[in-house]
């Protein structure tokens, strides 16, 4: 296994709290929602201004192992057969959650060589380890996407190390739904759009043209969605529903300085600023497919892979809607899956020939079986799909 880096300091920041805060509808909720709420209009939380300092980054990429590109079909020296090369695939956030089961899905197969894109390169070593991934299997590199430096790094090790690359998945992302204040990434944008969002859109972004140059028979850029993004749905219809307005805080910088930290340009609100993030997602690769598809031949897909109600995504909400959350989505919604049966979905999504068909969200039906899902409207707008890909490359440095 190449250890290509181990930059391990995080980029992000949190802002200190001020100011006390009164008992909320968020800090006194279970689920966050009152059934009165579910059918209420939009709700947001109550504006709180921050100060901010920025941190340092301080990570060092380690020295790399360089690898020669191989074709994807070879022929035997011995018996002339023809043989299929490992596929590549990266994966952002696999040391824990779905990206951990999907890597050990796949890897498990022996027919894919994983690229671990972890934040906490310790973490992920651990994490493989005791998925039981053999090491041959996968390889473990430094991305943290709070940091656009740490993306381009990325891109930059990844290019040099030789390896084709065959499919990426943006699998990684920050839930902060107690938040009172918002955090902010490296270069200043509000932490959830910035990672979840923009650092991935970087990473597609610069990491195209290896896509692009693949020869392998599938090649695939996936960026995990939600149906809490879609209020299309119940369960996206839950406040603070998604909505991402005129995007004039995007415009902005979603810095919270000169523009506020929200897309639509409202007040602080974590939860929402998640599922915006998700809709930025889910538009996002219906932008790639309508710009990228004929030309490449590369598939552009999303998915819900359903609720995977056990994961760290949930790890700042309070200690009862842990407890309860599993539960409830097994038992009320009947919406829950487990981390393997969600791993096996997104494996499926990244190595099925079937699932060749670009620009399609997936979602699994209660038999597993995978479907072409309807997005909410405005996760189907193309001209703010457009308007997004525009302001997100200019907040990214690349127009
Ligand atoms: P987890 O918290 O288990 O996994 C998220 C991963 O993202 C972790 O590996 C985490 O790293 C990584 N990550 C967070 N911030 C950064 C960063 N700045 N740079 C690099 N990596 C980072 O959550 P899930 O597995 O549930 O989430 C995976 C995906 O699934 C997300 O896109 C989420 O939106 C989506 N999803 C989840 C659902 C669910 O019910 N759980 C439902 C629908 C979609 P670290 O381990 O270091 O914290
Ligand atoms: Mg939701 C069919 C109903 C359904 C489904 C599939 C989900 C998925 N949820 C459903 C319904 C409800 N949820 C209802 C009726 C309520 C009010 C009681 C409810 C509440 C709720 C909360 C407070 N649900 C949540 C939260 C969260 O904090 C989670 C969230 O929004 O994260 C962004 C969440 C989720 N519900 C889901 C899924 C998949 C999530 C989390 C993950 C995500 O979108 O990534």
């Not at 599938?218 to 005129?246: C, E, F, H, Y």
Request: glycine content about 8%.
């Amino acid at each position: 296994m190449a250890l290509q880096a181990a930059a391990l300091v995080p980029a992000a920041f949190s802002v200190p709290k001020e100011g006390k805060s009164s008992a909320s509808f968020k800090d006194s909720s279970l689920f966050g929602v009152s059934l009165s709420d579910l059918v209420k209009a939009d709700f947001s939380s109550s504006a709180l201004r921050c100060k901010r300092e920025f941190n340092q980054r301080t990570g060092a990429v380690r020295a790399q192992t360089t690898a020669t590109a191989t074709p994807a079909i070879s022929r035997s020296a011995m018996d002339g057969k023809k043989t299929l090369r490992k596929g590549s695939v990266i994966i952002t956030g696999a040391s824990s959650g779905l990206g951990l089961a999907t890597a050990k899905a796949l890897a498990e197969t022996g027919k894919w060589h994983v690229i671990m894109a972890c934040r906490d390169f310790l973490k992920a070593e651990r994490a493989a380890k005791s998925a039981g991934m053999s090491k041959e299997n996968y390889t473990i590199m430094h991305l943290d996407l709070a940091s656009l430096d740490s993306v381009r790094q990325f891109v930059d090790s990844y290019k040099r190390s030789g390896r084709p690359l065959d499919v990426l998945v943006c699998n990684a992302a920050v839930y902060q739904p107690t938040a009172k204040e918002p955090s902010f990434t490296a270069e200043g944008f509000e932490l959830s759009v910035g990672t979840n969002h923009l650092g991935h859109f970087l990473l597609s972004r610069l990491l195209l043209d290896d896509l692009t140059q693949s020869d392998y028979p599938l090649k695939r850029l996936i960026i995990v969605g939600s149906i809490t993004g879609n209020t299309n749905t119940l369960a996206g219809n839950v406040p603070p529903k998604a909505n991402l307005g005129d995007l004039r805080g995007l415009a902005g910088g979603l810095n919270g300085l000169n523009s506020a930290t929200m897309i639509d340009g409202g007040d602080f609100d974590g939860a929402k600023a998640y599922k915006d993030s998700k809709v930025c997602n889910m538009l996002t690769m219906q932008e790639f497919h309508r710009r990228f598809h004929e030309e490449t031949g590369i598939t552009f897909a999303s998915l819900y892979p359903g609720c995977i109600a056990t994961t760290g995504l949930f790890r700042e909400h309070i200690p009862l809607f842990r407890l309860l959350f599993p539960p409830f989505q097994k038992y009320i919604t009947k919406g829950f899956v487990s981390e393997e049966e969600a791993g096996k979905r997104l494996a499926q999504v990244v190595s099925d020939p079937s699932l060749t068909k670009s620009g399609v969200y997936w979602s699994w039906n209660k038999d597993s079986a995978s479907f072409e899902n309807q997005l909410s409207p405005e996760a189907s707008d193309q001209e703010k799909a457009r308007k997004i890909w525009e302001q997100s490359e200019k907040l990214v440095g690349l127009a």
